[in-house]
């Protein structure tokens, strides 16, 4: 693309007022947003720093600006800061340099410093929610019962991120601008869903689809006594609706204490995190947003003069308010395409662009409830079409279309008046028209799509365009795309045994990895010699399984791994452990680095024991937890991505497999037992009650009703559909095994059996790609503990270690007297230790979280760590770290550690003398540390290789 068509002209050139562009897939979106951005900064009276360009990745942000420079007067230097940037690093950047104060506008007594990292990995975030619920739960037996009810309580942590995500905030004693309405949920709303779903059908003959719908109801539920029968809710033999009077039944229900609960845990949480100095991505939003409401003149001086939002399909209702309240004025453009809006799981409302005009007046009507905040008009609204596809053929998007009003199963009934009327035509640039689209089906899928690709390579029918002309394709020209990632994990492994090239993009499941399951074996070994551990150490080594029976029955381990074992238990830290066992089985690559990265990070930020960090790595096995994978495919090699991966790419072949029921659109659906839905607000789906006498967890009958009455999401399944479609440039085939599923029965393409007959492949040219996993950097400062600043080789030569479970022992031994005074001590380590306490005559502080920010080449850092105890007298402050080692060969690296506690001390207790020491339980002596200077630290992490990675959103 050289020269702007009309339509993206049209958008280049309007500069004033609000835009809402519908980009349509493969419309050059991104060159007419640049080519606007451009425009705009060339303006004699604007400047970068006036212009807010959001994108939702960083590497979007990245190709913006690469594309900006070369149509601007500015060069990448001058735009290095300019605000071209994510909502998180946007709220990051003000929170950085206003936000200091913000928690305390939501009654949270603590602040957002320069140190406060961004949570980025879901699995330590999830592993640092545990900690809190534990702690919750044992703090408010009053909420006893709604834990009964709960099968993970790590789920409520989803909760409060879509809370926050639509904009409701706990306060100490409420909630932010009320915030509860939403909480309770739109009667009037859902009775127009209600009484819409509620109509008879066929002219009144036959009955509604909502009493059709609650044919089930009672079916495999558990109620409590008092829940109205089947009849009482559907209506008597031969009705045609359910009464009206259910409406308000259903929707009525006593929520105080479930609204009092999610409260307590959102509000108590927030001061969690930040008490441990971390945000995630929802409590960003969150607090920029709190901010930007409540301080009026940041919010002017903040503000941009031109605000233009990228991708907008994929933004949350609190993203939306952001930018109302970030733009100056009415100059707000934003693009998007509603039918490739497929993030709802990431909090996307496809309604902020398909329902933009009424959401725009609502969102400013609330902004402006105690306060003009948005005082610039929303009218008129402008709205530009980008039509001219540079992607596929005109086959292929003729036939995306009817994606979009294909039903995604039997009960699914789709408008298709009011989606046609929505759609926007586009319209083909394509050189050739030549496109193959078919469907296949066999009970043996995974063979039969290995045939049909074999079939496709050099084949003159499926001939691809590549500058202007035609050529045969390859395998790399093919993609097989898939709604789930099982399917394409177990298609990788079908084309391996047969020497076919392909390889897996878009998320691996990291723990379910060969180095993650060696790790967590001697883990377990370390732990409590558990033979699940010795049985995966001893097969990996090759023993038989009638050898390794033996073994575990005789407990006569070789020789050689019971050193190892010893070896490994000496290691202080749960990193060399990983590090040495990496070593040892020679594992130096991606995963490696990635698995070590993330448990670092976990055991660094939480206080979790090696035996947590076991069921860490145990739920991640369970969970099938993901990171992203980003790689090529190789050379010539066939690439397998989730449909979510394939997202903004494209390519010449397009094979859509698993059409198959249950799997696309997958069966079940939100069975967390407390969720939160527009307009019904927040419900319990289970609840623990006492029935005659007996305890136990019902079913909430008013829930799976109301549920019954909200749609589905089918819709979204449908736009899936539309955004695999639309990747294919010129050929796209279905694929379905013995169950073929409603969309590929509906669509108007014949579905032909096709007899598997895989051939063995070895052509040598092709280049099988390994997958590189990039190892994310958060936006902020990069996090350390004083662990990564000392050399694990000064423990690997210690031949008389007792490992980290007894000095976890000793430790816990030591918290507990302090903290309750009776614990009673079982050897001489702890005997010294209670001596020691008992000699300290002024007030103690066990288990003290200590963050020390540092400048290092121009970059923030963050070590942060945990102080075992801390004396506190009227005139000094000692800082105490025990060491359950024999000898004293670590001491110059235990130094490194202390050095960091006492810059932290010193700040709190400027006025005071502070001391760091070390006290060695096994002899029962404290030695005193001469700390390192700040400067001395910063020389240390810079001598670090840290791996440089762009943030993934």
């Known amino acids: 693309m050289t020269a702007p068509n009309d339509q993206q002209q049209d958008l280049i050139d309007s500069k004033q007022g609000i835009h809402v562009v519908d980009a349509g897939a493969g419309t050059g979106k991104t060159f007419t947003v640049t080519r606007r951005y451009a425009e705009i900064v060339d303006q004699d009276h604007v400047e970068p720093e006036d212009v807010l360009l959001v994108t939702f990745t960083n590497n979007a942000a990245t190709e913006m600006k690469d594309r900006i420079v070369a149509h601007c007067d ?351 035509s586009l319209s083909s640039n394509a050189s050739h028209e030549n496109s193959q689209i078919e469907a296949i089906q066999h009970e043996d899928e995974h063979e039969a799509v290995l045939t049909k690709i074999q079939e496709i390579v050099g084949n003159d029918a499926y001939q691809v365009e590549e500058d202007g002309e035609l050529r045969l394709p390859e395998y790399g020209d093919i993609a097989v795309l898939t709604r789930t990632r099982d399917f394409g994990r177990e298609l990788l492994s079908v084309a391996e045994a047969y020497g076919l090239p392909m390889a897996y993009e878009g998320g691996i499941e990291l723990f379910r990895s060969d180095p993650a399951k060696l790790l967590l074996a001697w883990l377990r070994i370390l732990e409590s010699d558990a033979e699940r551990g010795w049985a995966v150490v001893l097969e990996e080594a090759g023993y038989t399984l009638d050898e390794i029976k033996h073994v ?198 014949d579905l032909e059996e096709l007899e598997p007959n895989v051939q063995e492949d070895d052509i040598d040219e092709t280049t099988q790609a390994h997958l590189q996993i990039a190892v994310p950097t958060p936006d902020g400062p990069v996090g350390h503990s004083p662990h990564t600043l000392m050399r694990d080789d000064v423990f690997e030569d210690v031949d008389d270690g007792r490992g980290t479970a007894f000095g976890t022992q000793t430790h816990e031994f030591a918290e507990r007297y302090v903290l309750e005074g009776e614990a009673e001590p079982s050897n001489d380590d702890e005997r010294h230790i209670k001596s020691f306490i008992d000699s300290l005559d002024g007030e103690l502080r066990v288990e003290e979280d200590a963050y020390l920010p540092l400048t290092v080449d121009d970059e923030q850092v963050t070590i942060s760590g945990i102080v075992d105890l801390v004396h506190i007298r009227p005139d000094t402050v000692e800082i105490i770290d025990f060491k359950t080692d024999l000898g004293r060969h670590a001491e110059d690296e235990y130094r490194k550690q202390l050095s960091v506690y006492y810059h932290v001390l010193n700040e709190w207790f400027s006025g005071r003398e502070v001391t760091a020491g070390i006290f060695y339980t096994a002899q029962g002596v404290r030695v005193d540390i001469d700390p390192l200077s700040k400067a001395d630290l910063i020389a240390l992490i810079g001598q670090e290789q840290r791996p440089e990675v762009s943030v993934v959103e």
């Open 74 to 424: 500015y060069g990448m230097r001058e735009l290095s800061d300019a605000p071209i940037q994510t909502f998180h690093s946007l709220c990051h950047d003000i929170l950085m340099e206003h936000g200091f104060e913000a928690p305390t506008l939501l009654g949270i007594d603590d602040r957002i410093t320069g140190s406060t990292r961004i949570l980025e990995d879901e699995n330590v975030e999830k592993a640092k929610f545990r900690e809190f619920i534990r702690r919750f739960s044992d703090d408010h037996s009053e909420y006893d019962d709604f834990f009964r009810a709960l099968e993970e309580p790590v789920e409520l942590l989803g909760l409060l991120n879509q809370l926050a995500a639509k904009g409701v905030f706990p306060t100490a004693d409420g909630w932010y601008r009320n915030g509860e309405r939403y909480l309770d949920g739109d009667f009037k709303a859902f009775r127009e869903i209600f009484d819409e779903l509620n109509q008879p059908r066929n002219d009144g003959n036959k009955q509604s689809k909502l009493r059709s719908k609650l044919g089930g109801y009672g079916n495999d539920k558990c109620y409590l006594p008092d829940a109205p029968d089947k009849e009482t809710i559907r209506g008597g033999w031969g009705e045609k609706q359910v009464p009206a009077a259910v409406a308000r039944l259903v929707f009525d229900e006593q929520r105080e204490d479930l609204k009092n609960f999610v409260h307590d845990v959102y509000h108590e949480y927030l001061e969690f995190a930040l008490s441990r100095n971390y945000l995630n991505f929802s409590f960003l939003q969150l607090f920029a947003f709190v901010l930007l409401c409540d301080d009026h003149r940041l919010r002017d001086d903040a503000a941009f003069e031109y605000v233009m939002i990228d991708e907008f399909q994929d933004s949350s209702e609190i993203q939306f308010k952001l930018a109302l309240l970030l733009a100056d004025t009415n100059n707000v453009c934003v693009v998007g395409d509603w039918k490739q809006s497929i993030y709802s799981f990431q909090y996307a409302a496809v309604e902020n662009i398909t329902e933009f005009e009424s959401r725009l007046d609502r969102f400013v009507d609330e902004l402006n409830e105690d306060h003009e905040r948005v005082s610039w008009a929303t009218r008129p609204i402008i709205d530009i079409e980008l039509v001219e596809n540079y992607r596929s053929t005109q086959d292929i998007l003729d036939f995306s279309e009817h994606s979009l009003v294909t039903p995604a199963a039997s009960t699914d009934d789709v408008d298709e008046t009011a989606v046609q009327d929505r759609i926007v």
């Open 552 to 749: 575990l029955d005789s407990e006569e381990y070789p020789t050689n791994m019971q050193a190892f074992k010893s070896e490994l238990a000496s290691l202080e830290t749960v990193g060399g452990v990983a590090q040495r066992v990496f070593s040892q089985y020679d594992y130096d690559g991606a995963y490696a680095d990635v698995l070590l990265t993330t448990i670092q990070s976990v055991h660094s930020a939480t206080t979790l024991t090696r035996g947590d960090l076991i069921r860490f790595i145990e739920r991640g096995i369970e969970d099938g937890s993901t990171h992203e994978v980003h790689a090529s495919a190789g050379m010539n090699s066939v690439t397998v991505q989730t449909i979510h991966a394939a997202k903004g790419l494209e390519h010449p072949i397009v094979v859509l497999a698993n059409m198959n029921s249950h799997c696309f659109p997958p069966s079940g659906g939100n069975s967390n037992a407390i969720t939160f839905d527009d307009p019904i607000g927040i419900r319990q789906r289970k609840l623990y009650a006492d029935d005659h006498g007996y305890p136990h967890i019902h079913d909430n009958w008013r829930a799976d009703v109301l549920r019954k009455c909200l749609p589905r999401g089918y819709d979204e399944e449908r736009r899936l559909l539309y955004v695999t479609m639309t990747r294919a440039e010129s050929h796209l085939v279905f694929a379905a095994g013995e169950s073929p599923n409603s969309f590929i029965e509906e669509l108007p393409v």
